[in-house]
């Protein structure tokens, strides 16, 4: 099957689906069309929406899934329920599913564990804290620490942390203090929201303080589980589905109401009238190594009722009382946004799928904070736990830490049918001497590149017949030559030129930037 792919402007956000074309291509995205080139410069681009898909033909943008590295680092923990709130979740080291991966500063000691090359860890004594010979460090609580570049030394770390609902500042991770409280409005305030790991983050592009909070949107079950939702003082006799906000502030002593940006909706699991499927812990990332891209890797949590799950759940403890299960299997799913507030889920297939029953991430997997690039790798951490569900005070759980592996640049990639598919992006501008791909052609794989004017005609010498088939290609950085060996594109530099690409036989295309040849 093949198709043609036209988009309609961004802010009608339609597509053609027309075939294996459109399977799962998503929206483009802050296009220029009609108007100005989109100015790429000399940065890298990688496909997480529709932005540099002006034209296709059999093409569609796949998610990719990280290989599972095996490893095991317990990291045991201790839930502690705060008498008078038995869900007042705060930042210390008793808590046993919040965790962030920090690179080593020089500066930054709030550490749990650390780790030379971020495969094996081992607990962060004193001594290991000031001979600093660590190149990451593991910190556990419900907030996530962020480097704020607008604060004074003796406040440069930061956590936001919606439960409790304040602003915490230190100068080396150890001593926090409380700066702000009451930051978040009321109404979204917990029971509204709040609890779980949420981000936040200076946005210099804003320059604005960015969060991103787990949101309860309530929705009215039907007659016939009315009495269920009745019985707990949380719901308020509604269900809640758990759902990603975002929220920005200028100063950090209050922030605006949330906007909700991920939401489980009717493509989901729905059981006999209520929706049963969560998205949250939004461990939202700014992607360093590409030009306008965020990405995301929520929790995705399937809560059990009894109305159509039919084991005895009857064991599994609420926590407060005769109140509703908070019990079931959660992964990690995948999102990207160029703004982070359209965000795209693609196919919404898991990013990081449970383990093989017996195994320890076979119930409930939970994203680490932070994102390791470690050569042409990405490392992505996370914790399997052997269950997910509302335990007493004092529970223990043996929790594993371990690792999934993306290659740079990798966490989705265009593809294409079998016998060849292509595509053109819109009008770009670009600096540089070569254009650089992230590709992976294997064995059968032909990729080749067109260089166009604004109008779609190819330009002498750039086009796709002189364009020197790229083949037994896997690297993160191979330039593109035409006529037998002609790397250098310096004399189109500042002009509006299309790229178009041809993909043949399973070849992948990751990314692609215009920068200086290194041969």
Same mark, same amino acid.
């Given at each position: 099957?093949?198709?043609?792919?036209?988009?309609?402007?961004?802010?009608?956000?339609?597509?053609?689906?027309?075939?294996?074309?459109?399977?799962?291509?998503?929206?483009?995205?802050?296009?220029?069309?009609?108007?100005?080139?989109?100015?790429?410069?000399?940065?890298?681009?990688?496909?997480?929406?529709? #932005?540099?898909?002006?034209?296709?033909?059999?093409?569609?943008?796949?998610?990719?899934?990280?290989?599972?590295?095996?490893?095991?680092?317990?990291?045991?923990?201790?839930?502690?329920?705060?008498?008078?709130?038995?869900?007042? /979740?705060?930042?210390?080291?008793? /808590?046993?599913?919040?965790?962030?991966?920090?690179?080593?500063?020089?500066?930054?000691?709030?550490?749990?564990?650390?780790?030379?090359?971020?495969?094996?860890?081992?607990?962060?004594?004193?001594?290991?804290?000031?001979?600093?010979?660590?190149?990451?460090?593991?910190?556990?609580?419900?907030?996530?620490?962020?480097?704020?570049?607008?604060?004074?030394?003796?406040?440069?770390?930061?956590?936001?942390?919606?439960?409790?609902?304040?602003?915490?500042?230190?100068?080396?991770? #150890?001593?926090?203090?409380?700066?702000?409280?009451?930051?978040?409005?009321?109404?979204?305030?917990?029971?509204?929201?709040?609890?779980?790991? &949420?981000?936040?983050?200076?946005?210099?592009?804003?320059?604005?303080?960015?969060?991103?909070?787990?949101?309860?949107?309530?929705?009215?079950?039907?007659?016939?589980?009315?009495?269920?939702?009745?019985?707990?003082?949380?719901?308020?006799?509604?269900?809640?589905?758990?759902?990603?906000?975002?929220?920005?502030?200028?100063?950090?002593?209050?922030?605006?109401?949330?906007?909700?940006?991920?939401?489980?909706?009717?493509?989901?699991?729905?059981?006999?009238?209520?929706?049963?499927?969560?998205?949250?812990?939004?461990?939202?990332?700014?992607?360093?190594?590409?030009?306008?891209?965020?990405?995301?890797?929520?929790?995705?949590? /399937?809560?059990?009722?009894?109305?159509?799950?039919?084991?005895?759940?009857?064991?599994?403890?609420?926590?407060?009382?005769?109140?509703?299960?908070?019990?079931?299997?959660?992964?990690?799913?995948?999102?990207?946004?160029?703004?982070?507030?359209?965000?795209?889920?693609?196919?919404?297939?898991?990013?990081?799928?449970?383990?093989?029953?017996?195994?320890?991430?076979?119930?409930?997997?939970?994203?680490?904070?932070?994102?390791?690039?470690?050569?042409?790798?990405?490392?992505?951490?996370? /914790?399997?736990?052997?269950?997910?569900?509302?335990?007493?005070?004092?529970?223990?759980?043996?929790?594993?830490?371990?690792?999934?592996?993306? #290659?740079?640049?990798?966490?989705?990639?265009?593809?294409?049918?079998?016998?060849?598919?292509?595509?053109?992006?819109?009008?770009?501008?670009?600096?540089?001497?070569?254009?650089?791909?992230?590709?992976?052609?294997?064995?059968?794989?032909?990729?080749?590149?067109?260089?166009?004017?604004?109008?779609?005609?190819?330009?002498?010498?750039?086009?796709?017949?002189?364009?020197?088939?790229?083949?037994?290609?896997?690297?993160? &950085?191979?330039?593109?030559?035409?006529?037998?060996?002609?790397?250098?594109?310096?004399?189109?530099?500042?002009?509006?030129?299309?790229?178009?690409?041809?993909?043949?036989?399973?070849?992948?295309?990751?990314?692609?930037?215009?920068?200086?040849?290194?041969?």
């Amino acid at each position: 099957m093949s198709g043609t792919v036209t988009f309609s402007p961004p802010d009608l956000l339609q597509k053609a689906l027309l075939g294996f074309a459109m399977a799962c291509l998503p929206a483009i995205s802050q296009i220029a069309r009609g108007g100005e080139p989109v100015d790429i410069a000399d940065r890298n681009q990688i496909f997480i929406d529709g #932005r540099y898909i002006e034209k296709g033909k059999s093409v569609r943008i796949v998610v990719q899934r990280p290989r599972k590295t095996g490893e095991r680092n317990l990291v045991s923990g201790i839930y502690r329920a705060v008498p008078e709130h038995p869900l007042e /979740l705060r930042d210390g080291p008793d /808590l046993w599913v919040y965790a962030q991966i920090l690179e080593n500063d020089g500066t930054f000691r709030g550490f749990g564990f650390v780790s030379e090359d971020g495969i094996k860890w081992q607990v962060a004594t004193e001594a290991l804290l000031e001979a600093g010979n660590f190149a990451y460090g593991l910190r556990t609580g419900s907030g996530t620490v962020f480097t704020d570049p607008r604060a004074p030394a003796s406040q440069r770390y930061k956590i936001v942390s919606g439960l409790p609902d304040e602003v915490l500042a230190s100068a080396d991770g #150890r001593e926090w203090q409380v700066i702000h409280k009451g930051v978040f409005p009321g109404e979204f305030s917990f029971p509204r929201g709040m609890d779980s790991q &949420n981000v936040a983050f200076y946005e210099e592009s804003l320059d604005k303080y960015v969060a991103f909070v787990r949101v309860n949107k309530w929705v009215k079950p039907p007659p016939r589980h009315e009495a269920y939702f009745a019985k707990s003082l949380f719901h308020q006799g509604h269900n809640h589905l758990r759902c990603v906000g975002r929220l920005t502030s200028d100063d950090l002593r209050r922030f605006e109401d949330p906007q909700i940006v991920l939401a489980p909706d009717e493509q989901d699991p729905t059981m006999d009238g209520v929706p049963v499927a969560d998205f949250y812990m939004p461990q939202v990332l700014r992607y360093p190594h590409a030009q306008d891209a965020y990405v995301m890797f929520p929790n995705r949590y /399937l809560h059990y009722q009894d109305w159509f799950i039919a084991d005895d759940l009857s064991g599994f403890h609420t926590g407060r009382g005769t109140d509703v299960l908070n019990v079931g299997p959660i992964d990690i799913g995948f999102a990207a946004s160029r703004d982070g507030i359209q965000w795209e889920q693609f196919d919404r297939e898991p990013l990081i799928p449970l383990g093989l029953t017996g195994e320890f991430d076979d119930r409930g997997l939970y994203p680490v904070r932070g994102l390791v690039v470690h050569g042409d790798e990405m490392w992505l951490y996370y /914790l399997g736990a052997p269950e997910h569900y509302l335990p007493e005070d004092g529970h223990e759980f043996r929790i594993v830490m371990s690792r999934v592996v993306f #290659r740079r640049d990798g966490f989705t990639a265009v593809e294409a049918e079998y016998s060849g598919g292509e595509f053109t992006t819109p009008v770009l501008r670009f600096s540089g001497n070569a254009l650089n791909l992230n590709i992976e052609t294997s064995a059968l794989g032909l990729a080749r590149v067109e260089i166009q004017d604004d109008t779609g005609k190819p330009i002498p010498g750039f086009s796709l017949d002189e364009c020197d088939r790229i083949h037994t290609a896997n690297s993160v &950085n191979r330039i593109v030559k035409w006529r037998k060996g002609t790397t250098d594109i310096s004399s189109l530099a500042g002009q509006p030129v299309r790229f178009r690409f041809e993909l043949k036989f399973g070849a992948k295309l990751y990314a692609f930037r215009t920068a200086a040849s290194s041969g």
